[in-house]
């Protein structure tokens, strides 16, 4: 029996976040009324001559520069041709053979935390193309599809890995850490559902051991994480089943059907077009200078496996909990927003702390709040340090923390003190109060004394529990412990 | 209509005397323009011209004459490859008719703004892709000095206007030598300048990295005023040159050397004549016409000598794979779906674009977008599109040699005088074959194109035919880039000195 490998090649298409689009003034805004933001250009009306956008170009240097590619001081600005009612041109101004960005690589965790590096083929600047809507309009009639030009013209930047990875789960992992990287960089609004950023997957299989590359099939068009990874699972189980049961994979593009689980045949490589390539003669070839690389640069954020470093070397943090941190900007802020408001605590403990706080409790509320970012978050930075504050400080256990934090994500107009005074919640350090409260849960539980006495440790944490719950949370945990312990032990 | 055949600088004086007012010149020239028998133009709006018009005479009047652009007042017809928000533009094409532009393109506004009032459009080859003005979709345009023949091509229609005294101004593109040639063959002046000297901002593109509009006019002068309103950056264009604007007019009349004395304005200037340009392709009557021009530019003090353009002959074949490969994507926007001619026959979508656009595209058309489809087609690409890439620098590499020795390059526009509607130029080469006769007429004007260094021509002299007509003769002009007001005061000179320019076709014997 075979033992086959998969391999994948990841071409994927980020939308830059500019304001207007890659060749005319139009705006890039989406959800607007169809055909509103299609300028003279993008309606490819006689005349009309593309202009290129500087802030795109400046985009594509920006992320050139983040995964160490090189930044091509002349490239081509090309026409990729073909008819299609959504192309108004007839063709797509693109790239080909000498792109803007070479090279380059992006290193991220799979979740097992092996760490692994892809890398890039290139990276190039070119043009959406519109909209085209088959079903669904008003006024329509039957068999008639409407055009949105909206789209068209709207920059993106294609960025094409080698075919070096092995398995669904590592293509999306690259592509959550490249998705990672472009909104960290700012370049992309990272919005999958609106489509700013898609994957075509290619994907061969060939018997492990083999030096030569399988015929591979292109599945276009996939904008979620998960319908990528499923998509590789499905293809290449399919492309395995049809060699072992003695037939060929044609080369050809398909299609996932994320209702159906599958992928479909869209067109195969016979009927593949001819896009007669050449030089866009309407576009000079495009010009970098060394001033322009340097401005970037300048302009650049730290990048993010910058940012790891400095979180597990300045606070001690773990891997994995650097690497949530430094998940996106907006985490890394908030992160250090709240570590600058907690001046009292030993650095490495705060820093701790805090990620302990965004990896359980604000990552559950963030993620029951439908598309709600760290930077959006109700409980802010301030108000979570004021909340560990009260924490560190003995005024609160633990669980009434929790507690409060739900509350104040309810009501942030609320402050962790007035909330604490208000409903009583000081964490009892009284120890006459204390031990009344242990001498009742001994004289109720003669069992669990018992089992205690017998070598049971498991009793002593039920019976912790049995005072926390006659304190209302509020005796500290650590006090009720060692009042039990006198009291069992003596 | 005592004003019909003045160059611009006479009807300026008319306008600034007030001996004419701007309204009452824009009526002559549309009053000559209705029923014209010569098919120059393809559309007028007499309101609209005549509205523009007392807009330019009430400026004229608040403006001191001092002050006044040269142009302010002046009518002028456009080539329909120019988008005007005005008129329709159909680049001559069926595909586009009665295609109305939201916006006027570059050129258009920029001489608008110089005061010029546009009488309509031109007639035109489609899409600019011809040599005799017979692949218009709509009509023929016909040579005013014998209406039986064409007036050379694509700017055929705007060449006419001038030449019959329809229009005292017109513009042009010139792709492969559509100013040129027409300018020639109708005894006009003509120009294309530095490639990305005038904005292709709102021209039809026919082959974007060889369009190039520019004035025709009557005299090199009328074409410098011209050209110093449409020239100049514009940032919609990123082929544009970011040259300051300049005033071309500015070295009309002056010792263009500082050898040159007032008898010999040209004395130290070198012309050098390409041996392949004067050899035994050119008929006759064209050389005989070239060496009289000749001897009166070398009477006034310039020097000729031979140079080399070695490539000549391979310009024809760089130009027919270059030229169709950027048309045959250039022209693929007119699909049916958004403007223009659609099927109604149109089934699917396939149906949609095959009949829209065999339908309404002319034979001429379709030809260029089956050869440039076909040259850029994978395997074929690296054979002949990128080899005449190769070929095209070998071609400019020509001319930079060439003028190490010389400082402009003078030879003939055609080898031929305007031949017969529906005959072909009499070429020994193309014998037998008329579509590549007229191809190769074009052989003197490609280069410039192809190299995008200016080029004019300008009347030099006749040929007198057996049906007693006199067909203009045209002398081309070549310089390095940028030196268009040194070609401009060079072809001044000659037409101080000769008046090939001032002689006006006798059509009282036109049919209409």
């Given at each position: ?356 706080w965004m990896?359980a409790d604000l990552s559950t509320f963030l993620n029951r709040s439908?598309?709600l970012?760290?930077?959006?978050a109700p409980v802010t930075?301030?108000l979570l340090?004021s909340l560990l504050?009260r924490l560190?400080?003995?005024?609160i256990s633990s669980k009434i923390a929790r507690e409060l934090f739900a509350q104040l994500w309810q009501d942030p107009k609320q402050t962790v003190?007035g909330l604490i005074?208000s409903q009583?919640l ?47 949370g ?17 | ?512």
């Amino acid at each position: 029996m075979t033992t086959w490998e998969i391999v994948v090649g990841l071409e994927t298409h980020v939308q830059l976040k500019t304001r207007s689009k890659m060749f005319s003034p139009a705006p890039t805004a989406f959800g607007a009324k169809p055909n509103t933001q299609a300028h003279p250009i993008d309606l490819a009306l006689p005349g009309v001559l593309p202009s290129p956008n500087l802030g795109a170009i400046d985009c594509a240097i920006r992320f050139g520069l983040a995964v160490g590619g090189e930044i091509a001081r002349r490239s081509v600005f090309a026409r990729k041709n073909y008819f299609y009612p959504d192309l108004p041109k007839g063709y797509q101004i693109s790239q080909f053979e000498l792109p803007v960005v070479a090279g380059g690589s992006l290193s991220f965790c799979l979740s097992d935390g092996s760490e692994r590096t892809v890398q890039l083929t290139r990276a190039h600047l070119e043009e959406d193309a519109g909209k085209s809507v088959h079903e669904g309009l008003a006024g329509l009639a039957p068999q008639t599809s409407g055009i949105d030009l909206n789209r068209a013209g709207t920059p993106l930047l294609e960025i094409v890995t080698e075919p070096v990875m092995r398995s669904a789960q590592e293509a999306a992992a690259y592509a959550r850490a490249l998705h990672g990287l472009v909104t960290w960089m700012d370049i992309c609004d990272g919005n999958l559902q609106e489509g700013s950023f898609r994957c075509d997957a290619n994907v061969s299989v060939r018997p492990k051991g083999s030096e030569a590359f399988g015929t591979r099939c292109e599945i276009k068009n996939i904008n979620s994480f998960r319908f990528l990874e499923r998509a590789i699972e499905y293809e290449a189980a399919r492309q395995i089943e049809l060699i072992e049961s003695g037939g060929q994979v044609r080369q050809e593009t398909r299609l996932f059907d994320p209702d159906r689980d599958e992928t479909r045949s869209m067109r195969s490589k016979e009927d593949a077009h001819d896009y007669r390539y050449f030089p866009d003669p309407d576009l000079p070839t495009l010009l970098i200078d060394e001033k322009t690389i340097d401005q970037v640069r300048q302009s650049m954020p730290i990048l993010p496996k910058q940012a790891r470093l400095k979180l597990m070397e300045q606070f001690g943090l773990s891997a994995q909990d650097a690497d949530l941190v430094a998940a996106s900007r907006e985490a890394l802020s908030f992160f250090q927003k709240t570590v600058e408001a907690l001046p009292g605590l030993e650095p490495t403990k705060t820093a701790k702390l805090v990620a302990n706080w965004m990896a359980a409790d604000l990552s559950t509320f963030l993620n029951r709040s439908e598309g709600l970012g760290y930077g959006e978050a109700p409980v802010t930075p301030l108000l979570l340090a004021s909340l560990l504050q009260r924490l560190g400080d003995g005024t609160i256990s633990s669980k009434i923390a929790r507690e409060l934090f739900a509350q104040l994500w309810q009501d942030p107009k609320q402050t962790v003190d007035g909330l604490i005074e208000s409903q009583g919640l000081r964490q009892v350090q009284d120890t006459g109060q204390i031990d009344g409260w242990v001498a009742e849960v001994i004289s109720a539980n003669p069992k669990m004394v018992d089992e205690y006495k017998a070598g049971k440790d498991k009793a002593l944490n039920a019976m912790v529990g049995q005072v926390m719950k006659k304190s209302q949370g509020k005796a500290n945990p650590s006090a009720v412990t060692q009042a039990l312990k006198s009291k069992l032990d003596a | 209509m005592e004003f019909r055949f003045s160059p611009l600088s006479e009807l300026r004086r008319a306008l600034d005397s007030g001996m004419v007012s701007v309204e009452e010149l824009a009526q002559d020239y549309l009053a000559a323009l209705k029923n014209e028998p010569f098919g120059a133009s393809l559309a007028v709006a007499p309101e609209l011209t005549l509205k523009q018009a007392r807009y330019c005479q009430n400026l004229l009047e608040k403006t001191p004459p001092d002050q006044r652009s040269p142009l302010l007042g002046l009518p002028v017809i456009h080539k329909d490859v120019f988008v005007t928000t005005g008129w329709p533009t159909t680049a001559g094409s069926k595909i586009l008719e009665n295609y109305q532009s939201p916006f006027n393109a570059q050129a258009v506004d920029q001489l608008e703004s110089a005061g010029m009032v546009c009488l309509g459009k031109a007639n035109c080859d489609e899409f600019a892709m011809g040599s005799t003005n017979e692949h218009s979709a709509y009509k023929p345009a016909r040579n005013p000095w014998d209406t039986r023949r064409i007036p050379g091509g694509s700017s055929g229609g705007s060449a006419v206007a001038v030449a019959a005294g329809l229009a005292p101004a017109a513009t042009g593109t010139d792709t492969g030598g559509s100013i040129r040639q027409p300018a020639a063959m109708c005894g006009i002046t003509g120009i294309k300048p530095t490639y990305g000297r005038v904005s292709r901002w709102g021209l039809v593109a026919y082959a974007s990295s060889l369009d190039q509009a520019g004035p025709m006019a009557r005299t090199a002068q009328d074409c410098a005023w011209m050209l110093s309103a449409m020239a100049g950056f514009d940032p919609k264009d990123s082929t544009s040159l970011n040259e300051p604007s300049e005033d071309f007019a500015r070295l009309l009349g002056k010792p263009m050397t500082d050898a040159a004395s007032t008898e010999q304005p040209l004395r130290g200037l070198r012309l050098g004549m390409p041996s392949q340009y004067f050899s035994n392709q050119i008929s006759p009557a064209v050389a005989k016409a070239l060496e009289a021009a000749l001897q009166v530019l070398r009477g006034l003090g310039a020097e000729t000598l031979e140079v080399d353009l070695p490539r000549t002959e391979l310009s024809l074949p760089a130009y027919y794979v270059i030229a169709p490969a950027e048309a045959s994507s250039n022209l693929s926007r007119f699909d049916g779906v958004r403007y223009g001619h659609r099927s109604e026959k149109a089934t699917d979508l396939e149906s949609l674009y095959c009949l829209s656009r065999t339908e309404a595209f002319g034979p001429e058309v379709r030809r260029r977008i089956l050869l440039g489809s076909y040259v850029l087609s994978h395997g074929y690409y690296d054979a002949y599109y990128l080899q005449a890439q190769k070929v095209r620098r070998l071609v400019a590499m020509d001319f930079d040699r060439a003028f190490e020795h010389c400082d402009f390059i003078v030879g003939p526009v055609s080898p031929v005088t305007a031949w017969r509607l529906g005959d072909s130029p009499a070429l020994e080469a193309a014998k037998d074959n008329p579509l590549l006769a007229e191809y190769l007429s074009d052989v003197f004007t490609l280069g410039a194109s192809l190299s995008g260094l200016p080029a004019m021509s300008m009347p030099c002299g006749f040929e007198s035919t057996a049906g007693g007509h006199r067909l203009p003769v045209g002398l081309q002009l070549i310089g390095p880039r940028f030196e268009e007001a040194k070609m401009l005061a060079l072809a001044d000179h000659f037409q101080l000195a000769t008046n090939f320019h001032e002689q006006t076709p006798d059509f009282s014997g036109a049919q209409s």
